[in-house]
């Protein structure tokens, strides 16, 4: 299960939302070992694409110096899809290597009638997709 504050949650939807009709993309960065997602690191979808996203190859560098440098690992990889359902594509299993993250799709196209977005989480280890619950509290 992925548990997250409000704050963050409130944060990769705006982002999303922000970014529509391109795929936003980021990471929210926590502290080594464990798994509980503290830091919101919106990044740039160097693509610019509604049906794709792509880090800056050296954007993601630097962020992984920056997570070295504060003891943290990326513990949720975020992206929306702005057309389709919130639910992993062949390229995203495909690019998913960090096997103990939190894979969140945020959808900005209204695909069940719920409501504007959709928002689900996923782990991805050895192209295997298992959904999680989301449970989003005030603070940890």
Do not use: W
């Not at 919106?42 to 560098?61: G, H, I, K, V, W």
């Not at 702005?82 to 939190?102: C, M, V």
């Amino acid at each position: 299960m992925l548990t997250i504050t409000r704050s963050l949650y409130d944060q990769i939807v705006a982002h999303a939302r922000e970014d529509h009709p391109d795929e936003a993309c980021g990471v929210v960065a926590g502290p080594a070992g464990t798994g509980r997602p503290e830091r919101f690191v919106p990044m740039l979808n160097a693509a610019r694409s509604p049906t794709f996203y792509e880090f800056d190859s050296q954007d993601l560098l630097k962020l992984y110096r920056e997570l070295d440098d504060r003891d943290e690992e990326p513990v949720i990889i975020y992206h929306s899809h702005t057309a389709t359902e919130a639910y992993p594509s062949r390229t995203d299993i495909s690019y998913a290597n960090e096997p103990g993250a939190h894979y969140v799709l945020v959808s900005t196209a209204d695909t069940d009638a719920a409501g504007p977005f959709q928002f689900r989480s996923f782990r991805i280890v050895a192209g295997e997709v298992t959904e999680e619950q989301v449970e989003v509290v005030e603070a940890y």
